[in-house]
């Protein structure tokens, strides 16, 4: 099985909507079809869905799921991706570290 997760085939470019950061974490909408599909960090995500730390969630945060690409170019559907898609997303840092210094 293939650890490795490919985000080229994705329709939208694997960066958060709300601040551009990129090489992060990210999670989708639980419940929009891919068109209409955003995809947001952890901190715009935790903005949007009015969660606030301790965040004890598990990897959800509100009506946000992990945003794990399939090699379809959709998303894994909740709790269904193999341990190496999820594991590629849990190796994901949390912060742009372009965006660290701010
Ligand atoms: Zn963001």
């Keep these: 099985m293939s650890t490795i997760v490919d985000i ?3 329709p939208m470019a694997y960066r ?9 974490k990210l999670w989708r909408s639980y419940n929009l079809l891919l068109d209409d599909q955003t995809l947001k960090c952890r901190a715009c995500s935790e903005v949007e869905q009015r969660v606030v730390r301790p965040y004890v969630g598990g990897d959800s945060i509100g009506w946000r799921i992990p945003a794990i690409p399939e090699d379809s170019g959709d998303f894994w559907l909740h709790k269904s ?6 594991a590629w997303w849990r190796a994901l840092p949390e912060v742009d570290a372009r965006k660290e210094s701010s």
């Design 8 to 10: 080229t085939k994705l």
């Design 16 to 24: 958060c909507i709300g601040c551009d950061a990129e090489g992060v």
């Design 81 to 86: 991706a193999p341990d190496g898609a999820i």
